[in-house]
Nanobody
Framework: QVRLVESGGGLVQSGGSLRLSCAAS????????MGWFRQAPGKEREALATIKSDGATIYADSVKGRFTISQDNAKNTLYLQMNSLKPEDTAMYYCAAQYYTAYAYFPGQCYVIVEGFDNWGQGTQVTVSS
């Protein structure tokens, strides 16, 4: 079992910044893909950014240049630094992880898509006021 706990959400004015954290615990492995996602009311869940265990990152066009995904392996924590926030960034933000055992096929890159992640956190709300 893997447990992911997000934190750091809140209310911020347009143009402001927030840093989200996602603490992972439980049955984790050294090979993984982790990512940040969001879902606004009435909309589908959107993939924002992914990071592979080797540090490679990929971003969705909607957040490229404004958001930065990073990780602290010593703390088993994933981060999302969000700058230049806009009202349309208002959503519930989730982190997710997919772990690979030593003998499992490990993809060359962690695609920025919702599918393929088995472990999800409960989410943290981000609200950007205009």
């Amino acid at each position: 079992q893997v447990r992911l706990v997000e934190s750091g959400g809140g209310l911020v004015q347009s143009g402001g910044s927030l840093r989200l954290s996602c603490a992972a615990s439980g049955n984790t492995y050294s090979k993984y893909c982790m990512g940040w996602f969001r879902q606004a009311p009435g909309k589908e869940r959107e993939a924002l950014a992914t990071i592979k265990s080797d540090g490679a990152t990929i971003y969705a066009d909607s957040v490229k240049g404004r958001f930065t995904i990073s990780q602290d392996n010593a703390k088993n924590t994933l981060y999302l630094q969000m700058n230049s926030l806009k009202p349309e960034d208002t959503a519930m933000y989730y982190c997710a992880a997919q772990y690979y055992t030593a003998y499992a096929y490990f993809p060359g890159q962690c695609y920025v898509i919702v599918e393929g992640f088995d472990n999800w956190g409960q989410g943290t709300q981000v609200t950007v006021s205009s």
